[in-house]
């Protein structure tokens, strides 16, 4: 179940992903539904998308409550639920809605300020609240660029861009499977944890970050063990098109990776 959070109420730097989850679905009308490398047409698969939800102009802790109950909704219904952001302070609606996963974050930034302009909920504060529920060992980050001294003190386990340049996309799945094991994972993508030569259209861009296909390939991987997944952080009115094309997508390998894997273990 696809739904869209467009909420920015608490950025920090530059707004516009409100915008998010419209950008991405114009930019999707793009593609062809046939996903080559996997030799399945999306048009095939039981997808549905809700719309957006009706957040844009509610307090932080409102915005998030209602993001949980619907998506306590989806989990409750056997549903995968596909959020689209913006900024990343919708995450936790929808990640704590499940119980014992496993957190991955990929993000330039930790966003693990027990509060930032005393918010709880500001975007800032996004990995914090969803640790709080599943605690920092099941939490984890990729792609880390920057933090704040408080929050690199805090922080469970934390792979930083420079680490997986030196060591291979390949080292840092396994160093993911650690944390996973044979549970379940939710992810939850901020499109900064992607290099802005890549994703240029976001609040507040960081080099030295991410290929696309590295993304890709954590996806294909972990599809069979993925409950749940958002992307977060697009601001169209940032973007020269770029940041939602992909945004679209890594969406599309999300459902295309997730159906076949499922269609996998059914026939063996």
Known sequence: MIFGAPFDSTCTFRKGTRYGPSGIREASHNFESFMLEYELDLLDIDICDYGDLDVTHLSPSEMVER???????????????????????????????????????????????????????????????????????????????????????????????????ENGIDWTIS????????????????IDGIDP????????????????????????HFASRLVGFDIVEVSPPLDNGVTAVLAANILMEVIAAVHLRASEEKKG
């Open 175 to 190: 160093e993911i499977e650690k944390m996973v094991g044979n549970g379940r994972l939710y992810i939850s993508l901020d």
């Open 197 to 220: 030569a890549y994703a240029p259209g976001t609040g507040t861009p960081v080099p030295f970050g991410l290929r696309p296909i590295d993304v890709k390939r954590i996806i294909d």
């Open 67 to 165: 993001i949980n109950g619907f998506s306590k909704r989806l989990v409750a219904d056997g549903k995968f639920p596909l959020l689209l952001g913006g900024e990343h302070s919708v995450s936790p609606g929808c990640a704590v809605a499940f119980d014992d996963v496993t957190v991955l974050g990929i993000d330039a930034h930790a966003d693990f300020y027990d509060d930032f302009d005393d918010d709880r909920n500001n975007h800032a504060c996004a990995m914090r609240r969803i640790a709080d529920k599943f605690g920092k060992d099941r939490v984890m980050w990729i792609g880390i660029r920057q933090m704040g001294r408080a929050e690199y003190e805090a922080a469970p386990k934390v792979i930083n861009s420079f680490k997986i340049f």
